[in-house]
């Protein structure tokens, strides 16, 4: 099994996206018109958008599952991003899930603002009804086969105080470990390629639109 190998990590990560219903987020089509993009037979998806070129719009969320390949526990030790690069900002139609925009995703674990000059992770939990709260505390957890473990992030395309760099964000994951007097590093992305979040405080030249029954509006 996966942590014997030494070219192999002694741990796996599976990613879902999670955006929030009850939020405007939803995805820049760059350069497409409503009736370039199909509509989907169910409700959009990140992976539907993804595939067709979407981009993130403002925050990427995902839900991680790690777990370690055998029955000896694999120590996390910090979790951090990298190949983070700025770029010009693309425009296109932008997809929400809904145009009224609503409260935060009600399960939140750690968030990071990914156009700070130093993007870090911050434990986040609410507090006193809807009230958010960044606790500092350190990142350690253990993992194993049978007892994984589960992180909710927030990526956010703003920096500190939530200004907006104008540009797009790539980036990915990086989970620090230890296990077994060994010590290496997990990339997480989105199969391969960086994750893309577009952070902007512009207004597109490209409509916004939402699905209605089998059209956009």
């Given at each position: 099994?996966?942590?014997?190998?030494?070219d192999?990590?002694?741990?796996?990560?599976?990613?879902?996206?999670?955006?929030?219903?009850?939020?405007c987020?939803?995805?820049?089509?760059?350069?497409?018109?409503?009736?370039?993009?199909?509509?989907?037979?169910?409700?959009?998806?990140?992976?539907?958008?993804?595939?067709?070129?979407?981009?993130?719009?403002?925050?990427?969320?995902?839900?991680?599952?790690?777990?370690?390949m055998?029955?000896?526990?694999?120590?996390?030790r910090?979790?951090?991003?990298?190949?983070?690069?700025?770029?010009?900002?693309?425009?296109g139609?932008?997809?929400?899930?809904?145009?009224?925009?609503?409260g935060?995703?009600?399960e939140r674990?750690?968030?990071?603002?990914?156009?700070?000059?130093?993007?870090?992770?911050?434990?986040?939990?609410?507090?006193?009804?809807?009230?958010?709260?960044?606790?500092?505390?350190?990142?350690?957890?253990?993992?194993?086969?049978?007892?994984?473990?589960?992180?909710a992030?927030?990526?956010?395309?703003?920096?500190?105080?939530y200004?907006?760099c104008?540009?797009?964000?790539?980036w990915?994951?990086?989970?620090?470990?230890?296990h077994?007097?060994?010590?290496?590093?997990?990339?997480?992305?989105?199969?391969?390629?960086?994750?893309?979040?577009?952070?902007?405080?512009l207004?597109?030249?490209?409509?916004?639109?939402v699905?209605?029954?089998?059209?956009?509006?």
């Amino acid at each position: 099994m996966g942590g014997d190998d030494p070219d192999v990590p002694p741990l796996a990560a599976t990613v879902e996206f999670t955006p929030a219903k009850d939020n405007c987020e939803g995805w820049t089509f760059p350069g497409k018109r409503p009736e370039d993009i199909p509509v989907p037979s169910g409700e959009p998806t990140a992976e539907w958008a993804h595939r067709l070129g979407g981009i993130d719009n403002s925050i990427t969320r995902l839900r991680l599952v790690i777990q370690g390949m055998n029955s000896h526990d694999v120590v996390l030790r910090n979790m951090r991003i990298v190949e983070l690069r700025r770029g010009p900002l693309p425009t296109g139609t932008d997809v929400s899930l809904r145009t009224d925009c609503g409260g935060d995703l009600l399960e939140r674990n750690y968030r990071v603002m990914l156009a700070s000059d130093a993007p870090d992770f911050e434990f986040v939990t609410r507090a006193d009804g809807d009230r958010v709260k960044v606790i500092k505390k350190p990142f350690g957890y253990k993992v194993s086969a049978t007892d994984p473990e589960i992180f909710a992030i927030e990526a956010n395309a703003a920096g500190e105080g939530y200004e907006q760099c104008d540009c797009l964000i790539t980036w990915k994951l990086a989970l620090d470990w230890t296990h077994k007097g060994e010590q290496g590093t997990l990339i997480v992305d989105d199969k391969g390629a960086s994750f893309r979040t577009k952070s902007t405080h512009l207004n597109s030249p490209y409509p916004t639109v939402v699905k209605q029954g089998d059209a956009w509006k």
